[in-house]
């Protein structure tokens, strides 16, 4: 860091309206250079909250992007906590190692401080990155390639009671919609939409297709009411043994067990295929244990969502503990100084408290630790493992590696 210069305080600013198309298209060009469809450029574009983006300008030159959503996330409790989606963060490579990015990251987690925000949360194209500004992993998702042809699915009782049929994505939207909404405060990690988000799940641009059918939507149903949905596409493929075609799931949720197994029973069955190709999906779903064969699923997981707790307090008693927990934290914080120091986090299934204090600590770990902690999916006693969490009083690692644990494995359900 000691290396990087600064740059001018002027080259830095909230992103204006008119000035969207050149923060847009250095951004493009930094992740990957290929255009955008037009769909997908309408729909960034119209959730943009200019406010909460910052630009980097050499003249009129835009060469660093940082843009930020206003989401709610669920944590362990399933309360809904104010949090900032850190997105869009770019650097043109002509600029790079001139302290832009952590220009950038220094203004971003001041404003995100001031809107009273105790969360920051991203995905990183590049972990590493993120890591020294604060940011942990806190969420993982699975990915398979589930062979269709060999593995059978047991299903619960009541599978068979679930109505499916296909229906268009675009006019289902707002029933598909109210299923995501309700699934919401159940899980750690999710994200409660604010309108026009529910829009990215039926995007569709034919030059993302990759040779697979348009979005198709398959909707659950019991007692006159929608209980679930699948989105997926169908991608032909034809071997000298005939048809071996892929189901693409692009996003499926359902309100109950028997509703869930319908849906996966049907695309496992599609006609003419042998694959089922399922990505970005929770690490504990229930599809896992319905499977005559894990093996042949090909499962991997790899992280997701990462957390970076803004206000140390706030955020530590925003969430509830699955088990009563009463420690001092040493935080270690050089990036937010704010939060260095010590807190007593008391707390359980009903709530919590955390505060300053000047008791001796019972563990030492950095804000990254904490953010990797927050949502239950990383165990501190992982962590200490790894060498990234002290114990200093004996017992305080085991109490709160189990209070800060939660039983549904945290999951972020889409980017941004």
């Not at 600013?13 to 198309?21: N, Q, S, T, Y």
């Not at 990957?32 to 997908?40: D, F, M, Q, V, W």
């Not at 939207?173 to 409660?192: S, T």
């Not at 970076?308 to 307090?313: D, P």
Request: a negative charge.
């Amino acid at each position: 860091m000691a290396n990087e210069q600064t740059i001018p305080a002027p080259g830095l600013r909230v992103l204006r309206e008119g000035e969207w198309d050149k923060w847009y298209a250095n951004l493009i060009r930094a992740f990957s250079g290929l255009p955008e469809a037009e769909e997908e450029r309408e729909l960034w574009n119209s959730l943009t909250e200019f406010g909460r983006s910052l630009a980097v300008w050499d003249g009129d030159e835009c060469v660093g992007t940082a843009g930020a959503f206003s989401f709610r996330l669920t944590v362990p409790g399933g309360d809904a906590v104010p949090a900032a989606g850190i997105t869009g963060v770019s650097v043109a490579a002509t600029h790079r190692r001139r302290g832009v990015l952590r220009s950038m990251m220094r203004r971003q987690l001041d404003d995100v401080r001031s809107w009273g925000e105790p969360l920051a949360v991203l995905t990183a194209s590049e972990p590493a990155i993120y890591g020294r500004f604060g940011y942990g992993a806190a969420t993982s998702e699975l990915s398979a390639e589930i062979d269709t042809r060999r593995t059978v699915l047991s299903v619960p009782p009541g599978t068979d009671d679930v109505r499916l049929r296909y229906a268009v994505p675009g006019e289902v939207l707002e029933a598909c919609e109210a299923v995501y909404a309700r699934l919401v405060p159940g899980r750690p990690g999710m994200l409660a939409r604010r309108p026009g988000w529910e829009r990215l799940g039926t995007l569709d641009p034919a030059d993302r297709r990759g040779g697979a059918s348009p979005l198709q939507c398959v909707v659950a149903e019991r007692d006159g009411g929608t209980v679930g949905y699948a989105r997926f596409r169908v991608r032909p493929e034809y071997g000298a043994a005939g048809h071996d075609g892929s189901v693409l799931l692009s996003d499926l949720a359902a309100l109950d067990p028997a509703a869930d197994a319908a849906l996966w029973r049907f695309l496992f069955g599609i006609d003419l295929t042998s694959t089922l190709v399922a990505r970005g999906r929770p690490v504990d779903e229930a599809w896992q244990y319905m499977v005559s064969d894990i093996r042949r699923c090909r499962p991997q997981v790899r992280d997701a969502l990462y957390v970076r707790l803004v206000e140390v307090g706030a955020a530590l008693q925003a969430r509830t503990y699955r088990a009563p927990v009463d420690v001092v934290l040493d935080v270690e914080d050089a990036f937010c100084p704010w939060n260095a120091g010590r807190w007593r986090l008391s707390g359980d299934t009903k709530g919590a408290s955390c505060e300053r204090t000047e008791d001796p600590a019972d563990l030492a770990l950095s804000v990254r630790e904490l953010g990797a902690a927050y949502l239950g999916g990383t165990g501190l006693t992982a962590l200490a493992a790894a060498g990234r969490v002290r114990e200093l009083r004996r017992g305080a690692l085991a109490e709160a590696s189990l209070a800060f644990g939660s039983d549904a494995a945290p999951w972020l359900p889409h980017g941004f």
